[in-house]
């Protein structure tokens, strides 16, 4: 119930610095120390958010040129088997882009500063390349694996960037979101990252 100063003047109760049950770094601590830690917890969670959505930024680029690569998979076909029966000077026009997207995606194959300066959870790379020597369903595994783990990179990252706009740093995020993770890990791959991050966003506002 609202108290008598909020019903006679419209003021509201402070919002929380943190979701139920998580304890801050500068509770209990005089208001000068506690301003000072709640600073550095803000450039923290600024830093952190920054260098990895510099990380999904690029890796959905490489996604989109991976998408390219596949349309053109599927007009033209590819395989070792497909390549030696045609003389070099008879390779067609999707052929050619898409040995151009394979040499353009090999320097991005891991994300600079993925796994390493990033959230592991946020690691973006590629196990190998499409190419026009494998078949069409082994470039479309290569999609379907890379194309994962962006929707699980950018799932982490919009929640993380949700959680800092409620809360101004990050503190117990992780945990949060690991938490939600593991309830819906056996749920389909194609809902799996949608649910979580609607999910765990609910929690963020309670």
């Known amino acids: 119930m609202a108290d008598l100063s909020q019903l006679l003047y419209g003021t509201q109760a402070p919002a929380p610095e943190a979701p139920a049950g998580v304890r ?3 509770q209990g601590l005089p208001p000068a120390r506690a301003d000072q830690m709640k600073q550095r917890a803000y450039e923290q969670a600024q830093k952190y958010l920054q260098d990895n959505a510099s990380v999904v930024a690029q890796g959905g680029e490489v996604l ?3 998408e390219q690569f596949g349309a053109l998979n599927q007009q033209s076909r590819t395989g ?16 050619l882009v898409m040995e151009q997207i394979t040499s353009d995606i090999a320097p991005k194959k891991r994300i600079a500063g993925s796994g ?3 959230d592991r959870d946020i690691a973006l790379y590629l196990k190998s390349l499409p190419s026009i020597e494998n078949r069409g369903e082994v470039n479309r595994q290569i999609r379907d694996n890379y ?4 929707e699980r990179a ?4 919009q929640f993380m960037q949700s ?3 409620q809360y101004g740093h990050l503190n117990g995020a992780d945990a949060m979101w690991e938490k939600q993770r593991k309830q819906i890990s056996k749920q389909p791959s194609t809902s799996a990252m949608g649910n979580l991050f609607n999910q765990a966003d609910a929690i ?3």
Do not use: C, H, M, V
């Open 147 to 150: 194309r994962q783990q962006y």
């Open 24 to 26: 801050t770094p500068w």
């Open 80 to 95: 070792a088997g497909y390549e030696s029966l045609l003389p070099k000077f008879l390779t067609g026009t999707d052929e």
């Open 154 to 157: 950018n799932a982490k990252l």
């Open 204 to 206: 963020i506002g309670k």
């Open 64 to 66: 989109n040129q991976l």
């Open 163 to 165: 959680y800092f706009d």
């Open 116 to 118: 390493t300066t990033s």
